[in-house]
Each structure stands twice: as C-alpha cells, then as structure tokens.
C-alpha cells in the first residue's frame, strides 16, 4: 500500500505528464505550418503536388531560394525596407523618448490632457486618417517615394513609443535630476546625458519593434510606393504571389515567405528579453 | 503661464519644445486628417478632377449599397465569432504557459512564434494549407481518416471560418499580455484560499479570473478595434472573394479608395467604421464595470 507521500507524487507525475502531452500536442499544431512551408520549399517543381504529401524532399533544392529571391528584385525590396526602417527608426527614437522625457518628468499645463490625448490615438482605428494623409502627400509630390513612410516618425514617432519612454523614464530615480539641477544643468542637459544613457533597455525595444514593423507594414506600402524599384520586401512578396499564382509554383512561393520571416525570427531570438519587454508593456497601455 | 516662478516657466516651456514633433504630427497626420476626413465625405472627388460638395449623398448612397452591408456583416462575423475565440484561447494558452513546469519557456517560444510571422508571408503560407488539393489542412484531415477535399477558403460557407481559424495561430502577443498579468497576481492570495480548503476551479474562478480581468478587458478592446480593420489576409489571400464572402470594411473602404478613386465614399466608409469601433468601445466600457475587477478600487 502506498504512503499518502507517494500517492501525491504519483499524482504529480500523472498531473504533469497530462499536461505536457497537452502542451506538446498543441505546439507541434502550431509549428507544422513552419515545416510545412519550409519542406515544400526545397521540393523539386512538381513535387508539392502529391497525395498524401512528402514531408521530406527528395532530393533538397536549395537553389529555390536563389530563384525565388531573383525572379522579382528582392535585394532592391530588401534596400528600400531598410532605408526606410533606418530612417525611421532614428526619427522615432528620438522624438518619441523626447515627448516621453516631457511626459515623465517635467511639469508643465496641460500635462495630462496631452497625455490622454497621446493614449487615445493608441485606439484610433489608422483607415480614418489615410484618405486625407494620401491626398496630403499626393499634394506634396510624395507618391511613390519612400517619405510617407518615413516622415510621420519624425513627429512622435507614435504613441506607443511616448507611452513606452515615459513608463521606463518614471522608474528612473528623480534625484539624478535634482543633483544636476542643484549643479545648474537644465531640461536638455538631463535628458541628453542622464536619462538617456540610463535607457539602453527601452531604446532596444523600439529599435526591435521599429524593424518589426516596418518590415511588415503592408497598408502603407500598397497605398504609397507604386514602381517596382520603390517596393519594400511585404509588398514585394505581394506581387511575386500575384506574379505566380498563374503558374502555382509553390515552392518558389513557399522559399519567399520563409526568406523574409528569417529577419524577424532572428531578431526575435537575439533580443527575446526586450521583445517580450515591449509586448507586455503594451499590455499596460489600457489600465 | 505668466504667473508660474521663472525656473518653473523655463521647464515648462522646454517641455513644450520637447513635445513640440508630436504636437504637429497629431496636428498634421491625425486631427487633421480626421476633420479633413469628414469634409472629404460630403464630397464627389476622384483626385483627378476638382472635388464637388454633394452633402449627404455618400452617406445615402452607402445605406442603398449592398456591399457595404455585406462587408459590414463580414467585419462584424469576424469579430464577434473571432474575438471571443481568440480571446478564450489566449488564456488557455497563457494559464497552460504560466504552470511550474520544465522546459516550459521553450514552449512559451513556440506559441509566441507564429504572432511574429509577417502578415503577407503567413498569407501566402496559410494559402498554401488550405489549398483544396495538396494543401496541409485536408491533408492533416486525412491522417485522422476525414478524407474530404473542404474548399476552406474558397468556400463562401467557409471562408470566414477559415480565416477565424488562421487567426488562431497568432495569438502569442495576447497571451504574453496575459501570462504577465497571471505572473502579477500575489502568490498569498492562493496561499490563503488553500488554508481554506479552496480547490483547483474555486481558486481560478475566485482568484485567477477576476485578477485577471482588467488584462482580459484591455486585450478584448484591442482585439475588437484591430478585428475590424482586418485587411491583409482578406487582400492577400481572397481579394474579398468568394462571392464576397470575405469582403471585410477596410478592404472595401481601400477598393473605393485606391482601386475607385472615389475618395469621398471611402472617406464616408471610413467614418461609419470609426462610429462602429467608437460605439463597441464605449459599450465595453460601460460593461466592464460589471466584470472588471480593478484591485486599486478595493484599497481606495
């Protein structure tokens, strides 16, 4: 007869072992898309289309991935993403951690109506403003260049990188100020060489969120870069799904898509922590 | 202003410089746009042609139009269907991911993935698994012995569904929302409801749910605003097709638009749509009082 010790570990190995099965399960569902992409993209034309599938190629065909990458201009798609993920970027770091240094730490009127202001235009669904901006930057000559993409995060950088930059900068102690203050240093001097300098952990977070997004934005570029040689990579990958699906190609089609979540996936592995940093301070934003 | 102490005044005024980018990007990319929108909705304008007031004839054309009310039954299928689907889900995922187990950030990794996959690359992907013939749905369906060739989305009856489905697959950001708001509740509150005898649904429904509420609350209003403007799968994979079975609001609003050139329209479309989202905000709002639990409420 087993001792009530033992009856509560069995139990525990029972518990977890069902919970693991359920877990494992469910993970394997989420991944097999992955496989599955990955396996029909080193298939020899042809060979997608059997019934039941061949999991494994036969043989492996990495030169589809030269073909994929070259049918359409993919280095110049890669080139104008990261003119404009740089550009951005730089923009959007800098004017964002400025309005959240404002936010955080200085006391001035208004303070809080701007602020909820700010917040609010987290919700605002972005299709309300894209007739008008369009028209906006139709009239300054912009269509089919990369500035609509690229100009707006030079203002603000949006509102979720003000919110971002202001909860890290209240967490910093309020006495650095007051000592450089004390030694008559002002507003810009503190923000330039002692809240910044502290911020590396939320600077990386919006240079991973930054790349995220541009390289995914999809909206922006079909409404604004119309020739071939002004596409980003999303769109890019867009019209070689147009380009193929006459000829069904999947495997070229499958190579494509795997090559251009690579960026994001390595991006996500090399900097997990502020990945998930920047996910669950979105979290925070409604309460 | 005038009346503020003279280094009070100077702070203030560089804070003003400080938001001075952000202050004209609302100006000028969204207040802006958004009264320049509704101008722009009581007017016939093809860009090409010099725009001309027509009053509410958008708006009455767009009650008469068939295709605004079945893109309106589409969005609000996907996200009433959709949402509670996504939401329920997340938190299975985010309740299973926060248990004391080994190995399990590996498995945190792996449902978070696919919420990073690039819309258009996931599009094509999924396009390719519901491919009717040789696609991975029907033949997974196979395996477990279902051997019918389901259309998915190129069913009218399914097309919804299917893409409810995909959808699935990318809820990793709200589970990491969520398994952050269960890392957040106090570990005493389930120690003290164990002294009394409290079991495993007694804790979650007591404890875990109603902590958990304002993060479930914040996620579901994200959803159901991002649940409307659902455009990419839609754009990519079904062109709003079959029968306009997936012809969601933003893809016809972006049809008019940039396809059309009637930007009055789908500047009219654009604010129905903003009125909807604006309506099923505030209603949230109001209910939550009834199942939100915020803790700050108790101490105050």
Redesign the interface.
Known sequence: MMNKKESIKTREIVW?TI??V???S??IL?????F??IS?SLKPAGQ??????KWIPEPFVWENYRIALTLLPFATFLKNTLIITILATIGSVL??S??G???AR????G?NF?FM??LS?M??????????????F?WLGWVDTLYPLIV?S????GAFF?FLCRQFFMTLPLDYDDAAKIDGA???YI?SRIIMPLSQPVVITMLIFNF?NH??D??GP??YLHSMEKRT???G??TF?TSMTERSD?NY??A???A??IP??VA?FVA?KYF?RG??M??L??? | ?SKLPGY?R???I???I??A??????I???A???I??IV?SFMEWS?LQAPRWIGFENYRFMFKDNLFWVSLYNTIYYTVIGVPLRVIAALC?AL??N?K?RGISV?R???Y??S???????S??????F?P??G?AN??L??IGIHSRIRWIYDPALSKPSLILMSL?GIG?MM???L??LQGIPEQLYEAAELDGAGLWHKFWHITLPMLS??I???T??QV?SS??V??QA??MTRGGPANSTLFM?LY??QN??EFFR?GY??SL??A??MF?LVL?ILQFRGSKYWVFYEGELRG
């Open positions: 977890k919970a693991y359920v877990i494992t469910f993970g989420l991944i097999i898309p992955f599955w992409a029909t997608e289309f059997t019934y039941p599938p004017t964002a400025l309005a240094y404002a936010f200085l006391q001035f009127p303070k701007l202001l700010c235009t919700m605002l669904p972005y299709v309300v403003t894209l007739v008008p901006t369009f028209i906006l139709r707006p030079w203002f603000g950088g003000i002002n507003e810009w923000y995220v390289w995914n999809f909206m079909l409404v990579i999303a769109i990958l867009r799904l999947w089609l499958m494509a898509s795997v251009t979540t994001i996936l996500f997990q998930i996910v669950v979105s979290g934003a409604g309460r | 202003m009070k100077r702070e203030a560089n804070a003003y400080m938001l980018p952000w202050i004209i990007g609302f000028a990319f969204t802006g746009p958004m320049a929108s722009i860009l995922v299973a991911m248990l187990l498995y990794t792996i449902y993935i696919p990073i996959t690039p819309a258009v690359a996931s094509i992907m999924w396009l390719w698994i491919n013939d040789f991975l033949a997974l196979g395996y697959w950001g990491i929302i969520l952050a708001g304002p993060s609350f914040f996620v209003i994200m605003i409307f403007q455009f990419t754009y990519v933003v609003l972006y638009g940039f930007m789908a500047s654009a604010w749509l903003f989202v905000t």
